[in-house]
């Protein structure tokens, strides 16, 4: 779509492309950051996710506004994945997802998202809000839960939540409620200033500036500012195999995902997505995500309706909230630390609910 809206171009919509790009990067670093920690991942991760397949699937993709970037759709699965097959299987199965995109691309597989039943879509969708809920709880409430094994269902996690449930960090929680009620409340209030950021903002302050005991993102991970490096997962027939369920599954709800805000932008634009180009653009950005480190990515229909409705109306804007999430990334990334994770936790499950 890039070469498409190229014809005619001009330099008002230029700024307003270059404006919605760096207002789009400023909602995506809070979230990418937050999705990374809830996909069980390092935060950077989420960032590189967000830089290289958000630039990608913007360069190529068929739609003139969408944003890819980390969803809360796969932060279950990645963690399930990750658990079982740690990173180098996780870049592999997603390297292998964007090889199957590209295949349903380039097959015209994408017109068949027309068939799916909106009953279908919007179960789906309320059962990742229930489930990454239910994830969040621990960090929301400042839980200290013991296991031997990771918990990974959801199910677990809840029993887990619920068996350590005397360990409630009551600091955390007012935190986590602040948080999470300027997530929902400020929207309403003013649309320039994203939530999330204010949000992030605000945690920050209260645990810092008031000397709360509550856990940040830094007391559990070593936040690199590096820029994503090349690194090509190992291929062998058995993990392959073992991980092509895996793939498949990336695969199929990326393609949904994609192209479901894709028809929620082109009806806030009145445009056309191209959606056999877009699956191909999917299909690069997750392998290209994958071999610089990052996750499994996917049109992001909060980020993108941020985009349309702060002028961007062409994939420059796309491309310029790639750049600036790099710039981020590079001076402002050690700074993570300082999060409170039960700031963190209240972004995704914020995004959902509100």
Same mark, same amino acid.
């Not at 070469?3 to 670093?29: F, H, N, P, R």
């Not at 963690?79 to 997802?97: D, P, S």
């Not at 109306?313 to 491309?319: E, K, L, V």
């Given at each position: 779509?890039?070469?498409?809206?190229?014809?005619?171009?001009?330099?008002?919509?230029?700024?307003?492309?270059?404006?919605?790009?760096?207002?789009?990067?400023?909602?995506?670093?809070?979230?990418?950051?937050?999705?990374?920690?809830?996909?069980?991942?390092?935060?950077?991760? *989420? $960032?590189?996710?967000? /830089?290289?397949? =958000?630039?990608?699937?913007? !360069? #190529? @993709?068929?739609?003139? &506004?969408?944003?890819?970037?980390?969803?809360?759709?796969?932060?279950?699965?990645?963690?399930?994945?990750?658990?079982?097959?740690?990173?180098?299987?996780?870049?592999?199965?997603?390297?292998?997802?964007?090889?199957?995109?590209?295949?349903?691309?380039?097959?015209?597989?994408?017109?068949?998202?027309?068939?799916?039943?909106?009953?279908?879509?919007?179960?789906?969708?309320? *059962? $990742?809000?229930?489930? /990454?809920?239910? =994830?969040?709880?621990?960090? !929301? #409430? @400042?839980?200290?839960? &013991?296991?031997?094994?990771?918990?990974?269902?959801?199910?677990?996690?809840?029993?887990?939540?619920?068996?350590?449930?005397?360990?409630?960090?009551?600091?955390?929680?007012?935190?986590?409620?602040?948080?999470?009620?300027?997530?929902?409340?400020?929207?309403?209030?003013?649309?320039?200033?994203?939530?999330?950021?204010?949000?992030?903002?605000?945690?920050?302050?209260?645990?810092?500036?008031?000397?709360?005991?509550?856990?940040?993102?830094?007391?559990?991970?070593?936040?690199?500012?590096?820029?994503?490096?090349?690194?090509?997962?190992?291929?062998?027939?058995?993990?392959?195999?073992?991980?092509?369920?895996?793939?498949?599954?990336?695969?199929?709800?990326?393609?949904?995902?994609?192209?479901?805000?894709?028809?929620?932008?082109?009806?806030?634009?009145?445009?056309?997505?191209?959606?056999?180009?877009?699956?191909?653009?999917?299909?690069?950005?997750?392998?290209?995500?994958?071999?610089?480190?990052?996750?499994?990515?996917?049109?992001?229909?909060?980020?993108?309706?941020?985009?349309?409705?702060?002028?961007?109306?062409?994939?420059?804007?796309?491309?310029?909230?790639?750049?600036?999430?790099?710039?981020?990334?590079?001076?402002?990334?050690?700074?993570?630390?300082?999060?409170?994770?039960?700031?963190?936790?209240?972004?995704?499950?914020?995004?959902?609910?509100?």
């Amino acid at each position: 779509m890039l070469w498409s809206v190229m014809k005619g171009y001009t330099k008002e919509q230029l700024v307003k492309d270059i404006v919605a790009g760096i207002i789009v990067a400023i909602i995506a670093l809070p979230l990418s950051i937050a999705l990374a920690l809830a996909s069980g991942v390092t935060p950077e991760r *989420g $960032i590189y996710t967000a /830089i290289t397949a =958000g630039f990608v699937i913007s !360069f #190529l @993709g068929g739609s003139r &506004v969408q944003i890819a970037g980390p969803t809360a759709a796969f932060a279950t699965i990645v963690a399930g994945i990750a658990a079982e097959n740690g990173i180098e299987g996780l870049a592999l199965a997603t390297v292998m997802a964007g090889i199957i995109l590209i295949i349903m691309g380039v097959c015209r597989m994408g017109s068949l998202i027309k068939y799916i039943p909106y009953t279908i879509t919007t179960g789906f969708t309320a *059962g $990742i809000a229930v489930t /990454i809920f239910i =994830g969040q709880i621990k960090d !929301f #409430l @400042g839980l200290t839960v &013991v296991s031997e094994e990771p918990l990974i269902e959801t199910m677990d996690k809840l029993m887990g939540d619920i068996r350590f449930i005397s360990t409630i960090n009551v600091q955390a929680v007012i935190v986590g409620a602040v948080c999470l009620a300027i997530l929902i409340v400020w929207p309403m209030i003013n649309e320039t200033i994203p939530p999330s950021l204010l949000a992030v903002i605000a945690g920050i302050a209260m645990v810092k500036g008031l000397h709360m005991p509550v856990n940040t993102i830094g007391d559990l991970y070593t936040i690199s500012n590096a820029l994503p490096a090349l690194s090509v997962p190992v291929f062998n027939f058995d993990m392959v195999q073992k991980l092509l369920p895996d793939a498949f599954t990336i695969a199929i709800l990326a393609a949904i995902e994609s192209l479901l805000s894709c028809v929620v932008a082109d009806g806030m634009i009145n445009s056309k997505h191209r959606s056999n180009t877009e699956l191909v653009a999917q299909g690069a950005g997750n392998i290209v995500s994958a071999l610089f480190g990052g996750i499994p990515a996917t049109g992001a229909i909060a980020r993108t309706a941020a985009n349309i409705k702060n002028g961007g109306r062409t994939p420059i804007a796309g491309m310029v909230h790639a750049v600036v999430l790099l710039l981020i990334l590079v001076v402002l990334m050690p700074y993570a630390a300082l999060i409170p994770r039960t700031a963190g936790t209240g972004l995704p499950s914020g995004r959902h609910f509100s």
